[in-house]
Nanobody
């Protein structure tokens, strides 16, 4: 059974940085596309970043240049480094996995979800 557990969320001020972690269990993150989505109150789930098994990284337009996704296969963990945070980055951040290794930008392309971690950015 695949499980994704996010951690690292919290309350920060605008301009600060946070690093989110997604620990995967039950199946290696090798040969999987891994990524992050976020959902703010009253809004639809939004694509943030994706890292395929091989190939280029993909970012949502609103986070490009500020956020960086990475992967440690030895730890079976995916990270999201978030810099220059803005109040509009406030959301629940979800880790996502798509079997097969390719990337995804749509929520309906995801096979597994984590439970989410809340990030709140104050102005």
């Amino acid at each position: 059974q695949v499980q994704l557990v996010e951690s690292g969320g919290g309350l920060v001020q605008a301009g600060d940085s946070l690093r989110l972690s997604c620990a995967a269990s039950g199946r290696t993150i090798s040969v999987a596309g891994m990524g992050w989505f976020r959902q703010a109150p009253g809004k639809e789930r939004e694509f943030v970043a994706c890292i395929p098994w091989s190939g280029g990284l993909t970012y949502g337009d609103s986070v490009k240049g500020r956020f960086t996704i990475s992967r440690d296969t030895a730890k079976n963990t995916v990270y999201l480094q978030m810099n220059s945070l803005k109040p509009e980055d406030t959301a629940v951040y979800y880790c996502a996995r798509k079997d097969g290794g390719s990337c995804f930008r749509q929520a309906n392309g995801v096979d597994y979800w984590g439970q989410g971690t809340l990030v709140t950015v104050s102005s």
